[in-house]
């Protein structure tokens, strides 16, 4: 059994006694929600701010360690997985550009097929999702 004395292999010349403190200033954790995310984000932004070479060898890994977890989480809070439903998938990278629908007419062919496919009376044609995900530079699978 590994005694909690024991420190991590590799700790990189970190003075273990300054990354305990900011360890326990911070109190990193796995994220489980937007609000412990947007703390981390805080945290991870206060750090960069320093600028490259400013931070303290404990600082950087902390870094590291904060950007891990805020991307781990972000992936499982944020995935869109293939074969998901596409429409969700099309209004998801809709708002996340900024889109309105008649921003997509000329790829669906008129603003009405457009309307129709929002509303799911509609399916993704393979010709439309092909052009959705040369526009939006994802597999075109997301709309199959």
Known sequence: MISLDTQ??????????KYGKLLARFTPKVIETE???????AVIEALMS???GGLTAE????????LNLSERFEEKAYAMKENGDP???LQFLMEANDLRPVDLAELFGSRARVSDVLARRRAISK?????LGERFRVSAGLFI
């Open 50 to 52: 320093k600028g490259e």
């Open 87 to 89: 429409v969700d998938a």
């Open 35 to 41: 609000a412990e995310n947007d703390a981390a984000l």
């Open 59 to 66: 600082e950087d890994v902390l870094l590291a360690l904060l």
């Open 8 to 17: 991590i292999a590799g700790s990189g010349g970190i003075d273990t006694r």
């Open 127 to 131: 010709e439309q999702a092909r052009r």
